[in-house]
């Protein structure tokens, strides 16, 4: 089992940023992909974001430019810096993170989610 903690949502105008982070803990053995999620009110999640061991790493179109993924591999932690937000940003965001567990067997998890707010 992994746990994950977010952290960084709030609310922000327009054209602010924030940073969300998220730390894993538990019985991991190592982590193949770290990843942000998001979820607006009467639409699918969808990926925001996503990071693989080796440092490569994915966006939705709609975030490229402004969001940057990241990772610190010795805290487990991943970061979303999101900079030049817009109200259709707004959305809980979801850190989701996959691997295997020291038992071998794999894990792929989610956070609790933290909501990111932009007023216009």
């Known amino acids: 089992q992994v746990h994950l903690v977010e952290s960084g949502g709030g609310l922000v105008q327009a054209g602010g940023s924030l940073r969300l982070s998220c730390v894993a803990s538990g019985s991991i053995f190592n982590i193949n992909a770290m990843g942000w999620y998001r979820q607006a009110p009467g639409k699918q999640r969808e990926l925001v974001a996503r990071i693989i061991s080796g440092g490569g790493t994915v966006y939705v179109d709609s975030v490229k430019g402004r969001f940057t993924i990241s990772k610190d591999n010795a805290k487990n932690t991943v970061y979303l810096q999101m900079n030049s937000l817009k109200p259709e940003d707004t959305a809980v965001y979801y850190c989701?993170?996959?691997?295997?567990?020291?038992?071998?067997?794999?894990?792929?998890?989610w956070g609790q989610g933290t909501q990111v707010t932009v007023s216009s």
């Open positions: 989701n993170v996959n691997g295997r567990l020291r038992n071998s067997f794999p894990y792929n998890d």
